[in-house]
């Protein structure tokens, strides 16, 4: 029986970053950028790579004010979970997305990483460290 795989999404209007961690769920791995014209399609984009990579669980990065309120974003986001939890039949647990823009910046830039091409990772990076913080505490 084939393990299942956590993922980690970074919801976007204009892009939704994607990681998966390894089949032992100890490492979560950049997956990709998936440029965001829609919600259905997006979810059903989601939907595809959930069945194809075997995800059992996701976890998606919660936007919440410096305070650690919910605002407008953070309620698009859990609207969004809840429409993934119900057509693809997985677990959406909420993280703490603050400061994950700024930390995933941080390691491309000290990765010497291009201005340009920053722009194009960092949603995966993003998606990353929401997804080993999520499963640091598993």
């Known amino acids: 029986m084939q393990k299942c795989r956590k993922m980690g999404i970074d919801y976007g209007d ?7 961690t390894d089949a032992l769920c100890i490492i979560s791995s950049p997956f990709e950028v998936y440029k965001n014209v829609g919600q259905e399609d997006a979810l059903a984009h989601l939907d595809k790579l959930i069945k194809e990579y075997n995800v059992d669980e996701v ?4 936007p919440l004010n410096m305070d ?6 953070a309620k698009l986001h859990r609207e969004f979970g809840e429409k993934l939890q119900s057509c693809s039949q997985v677990k959406v647990h ?9 930390e995933a910046e941080e390691i491309l830039i000290s990765s010497g990483v291009r201005r340009e091409k920053r722009k194009e990772l960092i949603d995966k990076i993003s ?6 913080s999520y499963i640091n505490k598993l």
Do not use: F, N, P
């Not at 204009?14 to 998966?20: D, F, T």
């Not at 976890?59 to 919660?62: D, E, N, P, Q, R």
């Open 14 to 20: 204009k892009r939704i970053g994607i990681a998966l």
């Open 59 to 62: 976890a998606m990065g919660l």
């Open 68 to 73: 650690g309120t919910e605002g407008d974003r």
């Open 94 to 102: 909420y993280i703490d997305e603050r400061l994950t823009s700024a």
């Open 127 to 132: 998606a990353q460290l929401i997804l080993q």
